[in-house]
């Protein structure tokens, strides 16, 4: 197994190695996405982009026009006798790449399904490529259990959009972070 040597003249893992380069980079993605509300239309300039240049046609994929998806979020977890208190976000990505989906509901859930919070009052458009980010701060205390209903819809087909979840706790020596993906519940295509 390959080891590299840390700053401090240890010996460091390969895998220890890779974990703390993808920590480094979620903490950097949520530090640029803090203190940010959650934005669904690209307000810059439109910039040329032609989808028809990628050699790989548009033949197949899994095309859809919504879903409603369960995604779990971990706002606490618990390790021995305590619990670590998770901020988390909710990240939303079009991966069409002509067409905008909409975003019709997004329900927030604690741990014992008591409803907690709508996100949107409205549906909220995502232009193609683009990504909607909704935070869970760490002071949340919606549990293990903690959740969202997640609905999506588009005039027609479209590519089915990625939706994560990614949790993490950077305070202290110690840093966790991971990964949580949806499950669909019902779907149209």
């Not at 046609?57 to 977890?77: A, C, E, F, H």
């Not at 939706?163 to 305070?171: A, F, G, H, N, V």
């Amino acid at each position: 197994m390959a080891a590299f040597i840390n700053f401090y003249g240890g010996i460091m893992t390969k895998h220890v190695h890779i974990f703390l380069i993808l920590l480094l980079f979620i903490s950097l993605s949520s530090i640029s996405c803090q203190n940010q509300e959650s934005r669904t239309e690209n307000s810059s300039p439109s910039v040329s982009f032609d989808s028809e240049t990628f050699k790989i046609p548009d033949t197949g994929g899994r095309k859809l026009r919504g879903q409603l998806l369960y995604m779990p979020v971990y706002s606490n977890i618990p390790y021995q006798s305590t619990q670590f208190d998770l901020s988390a976000f909710l990240a939303i990505h079009n991966t069409d790449l002509k067409k905008q989906i909409k975003i019709t509901k997004i329900d927030y859930f604690n741990t014992d399904g008591k409803f907690i919070k709508s996100f949107i009052s409205a549906d909220q458009k995502i232009n193609p490529l683009a990504t909607m980010i909704i935070l869970i701060p760490q002071s949340d205390q919606s549990g293990t259990g903690a959740n969202f209903l997640i609905e999506w819809t588009a005039d027609e087909q479209v590519n089915e959009p990625l939706i994560e979840s990614i949790m993490k706790d950077l305070s202290g020596n110690k840093g966790l972070a991971f990964l949580s993906t949806g499950r669909v519940i019902r779907e149209m295509k």
